[in-house]
């Protein structure tokens, strides 16, 4: 059963470029390239479906991205952009949303990022990331499946945010180079099953192909 944690923060990650997926020759209405959020996905946009798993699980939600906000209009929630110029990567995404979230939620202690590539979330995603935490308190905790991290889903303190800009203000741009200085908790998630299909909870939908797949993968849960 899904476990809401009003004092965490969702945040959907949007601020990268996705050039993986837009070189193989996806569009959208979208004059920024990088929103594979956008795509359609069983009718409706991925960032949609990541939306729907995480909502049930958080208080306040956040969009990190950079660009024009309104063409994320069509969900209602905020968007904040980054505060390190220059594209730096995920950590500049999670510094934003810590920041906003600091001022907009002050009763969360904690924000939980995801990216919008990953339409398949765990529903007990934040509760088993907040129960990790909880037993090595100060540590970072990150989704981890089929053994391999998956950097961008994760759970991390609000108090932590002027080391992660001094970091970044450092040059420091990898996931891991930073956690690790603060004790990364890896969490382990088991595939789901589809009907006849076992699937990655933290299948994302990077290129082309694998937005395909997720599209087949979508239809097989809605007949399993």
């Known amino acids: 059963m899904t476990e809401r944690r009003t004092d965490i923060t969702g945040v959907l990650l949007a601020g990268g470029q996705s050039r993986r997926m837009f070189g193989g020759g996806e569009r959208t209405s979208s004059p920024v390239s990088g929103d ?8 409706k946009p991925m960032l949609g479906h990541v939306i729907a798993r995480l ?11 950079n660009g024009d906000p309104g063409r994320f209009a069509q969900f209602g929630l905020p968007v904040v952009a980054d505060t390190i110029a220059g594209f730096a990567g995920p950590l500049a995404g999670v510094l934003a949303a810590m920041r906003w979230s600091a001022r907009e939620a002050p009763d969360a202690r904690f924000i939980a990022t995801v990216s919008t590539d990953a339409p398949f979330l765990p529903g007990d995603l934040v509760a088993r990331l907040a129960t990790a935490q909880r ?5 970072i905790a990150l ?7 998956h950097p961008v889903i994760g759970l991390w303190p609000v108090a932590l945010a002027d080391d992660l800009e001094g970091a970044l203000n450092q040059g420091v741009r990898k996931v891991l180079a930073w956690t690790d200085r603060h004790g990364t908790i890896p969490v382990e998630f088991e595939s789901e099953r589809f ?4 699937v990655d909870p933290f299948f994302n939908a ?3 192909d694998e937005l395909a797949e997720a599209r087949r993968l979508l239809a097989a849960r809605k007949h399993a």
């Not at 989704?143 to 991290?149: K, N, V």
């Not at 009907?195 to 076992?198: A, I, L, N, Q």
């Open 55 to 65: 909502a049930p699980q958080v208080g306040r939600m956040v969009i990190n991205a």
């Open 36 to 43: 594979k959020g956008l795509l359609d996905i069983g009718g």
């Open 206 to 208: 990077n290129t082309p």
């Open 143 to 149: 989704a981890q499946s089929g053994g391999a991290l």
């Open 195 to 198: 009907g006849t299909e076992t």
């Open 135 to 139: 037993d090595q308190p100060g540590g």
